[in-house]
Nanobody
């Protein structure tokens, strides 16, 4: 049974920071690209950042220079450090796992991030 469990969301003032964590189980973590996506009310889900099994990160344009994605394969955990948060970062943030070869794509339940102005 695959589980992706996000934590670390909450309410923060603009300019503040949060660190999201996603603990994975039921997958071979090291063989997956791990990603963070977000969805704001009335908007489509969008990529925030992902990181390949080799540790190569990729960021959405709106978060470049402010967010950092990292992974710890020993702990089966991916992190998203979010700095200089803006009200437009407010969304539900979802963890995602995609196997590098096979069509396996899993989602977490999401964690709410709210940035007040």
């Amino acid at each position: 049974q695959v589980q992706l469990v996000e934590s670390g969301g909450g309410l923060v003032q603009a300019g503040g920071s949060l660190r999201l964590s996603c603990a994975a189980s039921g997958i071979i973590f090291s063989l997956n690209t791990m990603g963070w996506y977000r969805q704001a009310p009335g908007k489509q889900r969008e990529l925030v950042a992902d990181i390949t099994r080799f540790g190569i990160p990729n960021y959405g344009d709106s978060v470049k220079g402010r967010f950092t994605i990292s992974r710890d394969n020993a702990k089966n955990t991916v992190y998203l450090q979010m700095n200089s948060l803006k009200p437009e970062d407010t969304a539900v943030y979802y963890c995602n796992a995609q196997h590098w070869r096979f069509p396996q794509n899993y989602w977490g339940q999401g964690t709410q991030v709210t940035v007040s102005s």
